[in-house]
């Protein structure tokens, strides 16, 4: 008799990025040990007949217990913001171990795996955020943790306390170069949107709606043409983090017709936000500032397109969540602060494959591969979790989602599960919701319950290679 499996999940269609086909799918010891028709013997069963079987879901961008560049604390950490993920289909993340100036960038790192490792719910890696490119730092420290498996990063090409200058920017992609990672780009025009800021102050105009007003589309697309510009120098490949808008996206196209290896990521509220959302009595805007800001139906449908002919690589919550009514939060200087004063970003976390599917898929704007291309395949290749993650294979994590594509969900904030409390996506309805969880074989997610402890969570090493560039 063969040996039984510790898990099988039976009768569904299982979805990868090359394509779909119903099978049931037998786990052992965390991975995935087999693949067909009538499975079985198992420990446990989990019956997915009428219903989608996908990777779990890969988010290669959220901001978890994360201190901000002005001392402020993101509301989730690695249990609170696991199991959000979770419970939307995601079974591992990737947060930033984000250094501010002066700091240590290998202490940064060491200080992050100290709050993830007691807390952690789903596997995670770290990205590292480089805003202080030292001698040390360039010389010793980043290319040490490259080779340890910190192969990703990030620049912000604005805010004072994080920005690069264009020189620096060239100093961290030879280092990224050198050792085999990508660097990931916050693009826009930090002197543009200075300006514009100063003249909104001076003028009184300091509610949330003028945050959108301060970082126009110019500035988004001047600063992603520039980074492109500085990875052609170089021979590196990028990474645009949320595209917000047509004019960056046109530029990305620019850049990869002249041979420049550059992603582009977008994010849920570019989907469904407009710079209409932040005019709203009082302080009450401020629940839809985030950086770069939500435009207009145009920059909607230019998204749209992108991701539906490849232009756009992966889909990413930029989870930053920072509660409403909290001195840590969205008033963390009255609410009376001009919008300068109010931390970016809003919670997207467990919404982000619930949205993409319910407004992509059952739409017909994109197709169940492409789904699972944007969501798991890609941010896993791009970072160096492929095939471990992102897939379903045999030898892979057996990281799965069981997906009801006709379960509607009203969504409230009553019904998520971060620490907010607030949704800005508060009203919408979400058609297709996943109704079962498996994280590295083990079911965390079913029957409206979460199942698991602190702590179960693993670190994940990365390779850091080059990452090649997906077909398009």
């Not at 992966?314 to 919008?339: L, M, Q, V």
């Not at 739409?363 to 897939?391: H, M, Q, S, W």
Request: hydrophobic residues 40%; aromatic residues 8%; contains cysteine.
């Amino acid at each position: 008799m063969n040996e039984p499996f510790d898990l099988l999940v039976r009768g569904g269609t299982v979805v990868t990025a090359d394509g779909t086909v119903r099978c049931d799918v037998g786990v052992r010891d965390g991975r995935i040990a087999a693949l067909g028709d009538a499975l079985g013997p198992a420990r446990q069963t989990v019956d997915a007949a009428g219903r989608l079987v996908l990777p779990g879901g890969v988010d290669a961008h959220c901001h978890i217990d994360q201190v901000s560049s002005t001392g402020l604390h993101t509301a989730d950490d690695f249990f609170t913001g696991g199991v959000s993920a979770a419970c939307g289909g995601t079974t591992t993340i990737i947060p930033f171990a984000a250094q501010h100036r002066g700091q240590s960038l290998r202490q940064v790192v060491a200080d992050y795996h100290a709050r993830a490792e007691p807390r952690a719910f789903i596997d995670y890696a770290f990205h590292l955020i480089v805003s202080d490119p030292s001698d040390d730092v360039l010389g010793v420290e980043l290319p040490a943790l490259i080779r340890e498996g910190y192969a990703s990063l990030k620049v912000y090409m604005t805010y004072d306390a994080l920005r690069l200058t264009d020189r620096q920017v060239l100093d961290v992609l030879s280092v990224a170069k050198r050792e085999g990672a990508l660097t990931m780009f916050h693009a826009e025009n930090h002197d543009a949107i200075a300006w514009i800021t100063a003249r909104l102050m001076a003028d009184g105009c300091t509610s949330p709606k003028y945050h959108p007003v301060a970082r126009p589309q110019a500035a988004e697309r001047e600063a992603t043409a520039r980074a492109c510009m500085l990875a052609e120098l170089v021979d590196v490949p990028i990474l645009i983090v949320h595209v917000s808008c047509g004019g960056a996206l046109e530029e990305i196209r620019r850049a990869r017709a002249r041979g420049v290896t550059v992603y582009a990521e977008t994010c849920p509220q570019y989907l469904v936000f407009t710079a209409a959302d932040l005019d709203r009595p009082g302080f009450e805007g401020a629940k839809w500032m985030f950086s770069p800001p939500a435009r207009d139906r145009d920059a909607q449908q230019a998204l749209w397109a992108g991701l539906g002919d490849g232009a756009i690589d992966i889909f990413s919550s930029d989870h930053a969540p920072y509660r409403f009514d909290d001195p840590e939060g969205k008033k963390a200087h009255s609410e009376r602060a001009p919008f300068t004063k109010v931390p970016n970003g809003v919670p997207s976390l467990e919404l982000r494959m619930p949205l993409l599917f319910s407004e992509g898929v059952r739409t017909g704007r994109i197709g169940l591969e492409r789904f699972v291309d944007l969501t798991a395949a890609n941010p896993a290749r791009l970072y160096g979790l492929y095939p471990r993650k992102g897939c379903i294979q045999v030898g892979s994590d057996a990281d799965l989602a069981v997906w009801d594509p006709e379960r509607e969900v009203a969504v409230t904030q009553g019904v998520l599960h971060d620490r907010m409390d607030y949704t800005p996506f508060e009203g919408m309805v979400v058609r297709g919701w996943p109704v079962v969880t498996i994280s590295r074989g083990a079911v965390i997610w079913m029957g409206g319950e979460v199942r698991g402890e602190a702590g179960r969570g693993r670190f994940v090493h990365r390779a850091g290679l080059p990452p090649a560039p997906p077909e398009r």
